[in-house]
């Protein structure tokens, strides 16, 4: 391009709209046009990043449609503001070199959640960045506790989440399984529209103290705060230690046996011990200790 122009500097400060068209106007000023006194601008990014939105708003009136759905805009189209002042609404682009995953692509909105074929990877990074306490108060339910051999802090998998879900939620399959994908497009859905807010933390801060920090300062409300309290409530006395952890029934019903014995190898018998086969010396109230077989001994 011809002449020279002012370096342009991104701000998060919001501008009206004549101030955006002003800067359209500054950014361009000097520069060779494609048409002799017509100013071309063409707005390109990411799906589902506003668009189409931020045209409709310069013009004051629904010309280009929207969608909450990524891709709605299917061609490239021309719109004047005025008579040299053009705006381009294009098609969104879909860069992957620019992200490290296809699942963060969609937990960003970029790919449309409803032609979703794998829901795993994506149910899994939303796993990661919304702790479990969140999850259950959003959605009043109970995700299954890490066995006790597990980590007690790690993150609950994607099944788990699904399959409570489904369970609350009624969403079952054919075969009265959880229908795990339909509960999937649930989650990444609010994901995606914030009901599952995930703050990225600032430069050079880690993310896990970060959103530590963040759930601190953010109370549960309402439905959430409700179900949060029941759940304290309903928890016995004593089952602080273990509460992150699921107890295995055959575990307990080993570890709990009232009438538990020591056997030892061979005919004699060592104090305090009985002989390997020997029945259990009868006791009780009115049995003398130590009454047993004297053949035995």
């Given at each position: 391009?011809?002449?020279?122009?002012?370096?342009?500097?991104?701000?998060?400060?919001?501008?009206?709209?004549?101030?955006?068209?002003?800067?359209?106007?500054?950014?361009?000023?000097?520069?060779?046009?494609?048409?002799?006194?017509?100013?071309?601008?063409?707005?390109?990014?990411?799906?589902?990043?506003?668009?189409?939105?931020?045209?409709?708003?310069?013009?004051?009136?629904?010309?280009?449609?929207?969608?909450?759905?990524?891709?709605?805009?299917?061609?490239?189209?021309?719109?004047?503001?005025?008579?040299?002042?053009?705006?381009?609404?294009?098609?969104?682009?879909?860069?992957?070199?620019?992200?490290?995953?296809?699942?963060?692509?969609?937990?960003?909105?970029?790919?449309?959640?409803?032609?979703?074929?794998?829901?795993?990877?994506?149910?899994?990074?939303?796993?990661?960045?919304?702790?479990?306490?969140?999850?259950?108060?959003?959605?009043?339910?109970?995700?299954?506790?890490?066995?006790?051999?597990?980590?007690?802090?790690?993150?609950?998998?994607?099944?788990?989440?699904?399959?409570a879900l489904g369970c609350m939620r009624g969403f079952m399959t054919d075969h009265g399984q959880p229908d795990q994908p339909r509960s999937a497009r649930l989650v990444l859905k609010d994901f995606v529209t914030g009901k599952l807010l995930y703050c990225h933390p600032p430069p050079g801060m880690d993310a896990e103290l970060f959103q530590q920090g963040l759930q601190r300062l953010r109370p549960?409300?309402?439905?959430?705060?409700?179900?949060?309290?029941?759940?304290?409530?309903?928890?016995?006395?004593?089952?602080?230690?273990?509460?992150?952890?699921?107890?295995?029934?055959?575990?307990?019903?080993?570890?709990?046996?009232?009438?538990?014995?020591?056997?030892?190898?061979?005919?004699?018998?060592?104090?305090?011990?009985?002989?390997?086969?020997?029945?259990?010396?009868?006791?009780?109230?009115?049995?003398?200790?130590?009454?047993?077989?004297?053949?035995?001994?």
């Amino acid at each position: 391009a011809g002449g020279s122009a002012p370096p342009v500097r991104n701000s998060s400060r919001l501008v009206q709209r004549e101030e955006l068209l002003e800067l359209f106007r500054a950014a361009h000023a000097g520069r060779k046009k494609v048409r002799e006194g017509e100013l071309t601008v063409g707005l390109v990014g990411y799906p589902n990043v506003g668009k189409s939105s931020t045209i409709n708003t310069i013009l004051g009136k629904k010309k280009v449609s929207v969608s909450a759905t990524p891709g709605r805009t299917k061609h490239f189209q021309t719109l004047f503001v005025e008579p040299s002042l053009c705006l381009c609404d294009c098609p969104g682009l879909v860069m992957p070199s620019f992200v490290s995953t296809k699942a963060e692509m969609v937990c960003s909105g970029i790919l449309p959640i409803d032609q979703l074929r794998d829901h795993v990877p994506p149910v899994t990074l939303l796993c990661q960045r919304i702790p479990r306490p969140v999850l259950e108060a959003t959605y009043g339910i109970s995700i299954l506790r890490p066995r006790e051999d597990e980590d007690p802090d790690r993150t609950p998998t994607p099944e788990e989440l699904l399959s409570a879900l489904g369970c609350m939620r009624g969403f079952m399959t054919d075969h009265g399984q959880p229908d795990q994908p339909r509960s999937a497009r649930l989650v990444l859905k609010d994901f995606v529209t914030g009901k599952l807010l995930y703050c990225h933390p600032p430069p050079g801060m880690d993310a896990e103290l970060f959103q530590q920090g963040l759930q601190r300062l953010r109370p549960l409300k309402g439905a959430a705060a409700a179900a949060a309290a029941q759940r304290n409530r309903e928890q016995p006395p004593g089952r602080s230690a273990k509460a992150k952890q699921a107890e295995n029934p055959v575990d307990l019903a080993f570890f709990h046996q009232e009438h538990v014995r020591a056997l030892t190898r061979g005919n004699r018998a060592r104090p305090g011990y009985p002989a390997a086969g020997a029945a259990h010396p009868p006791s009780g109230p009115g049995l003398a200790d130590g009454a047993g077989k004297p053949w035995k001994r």
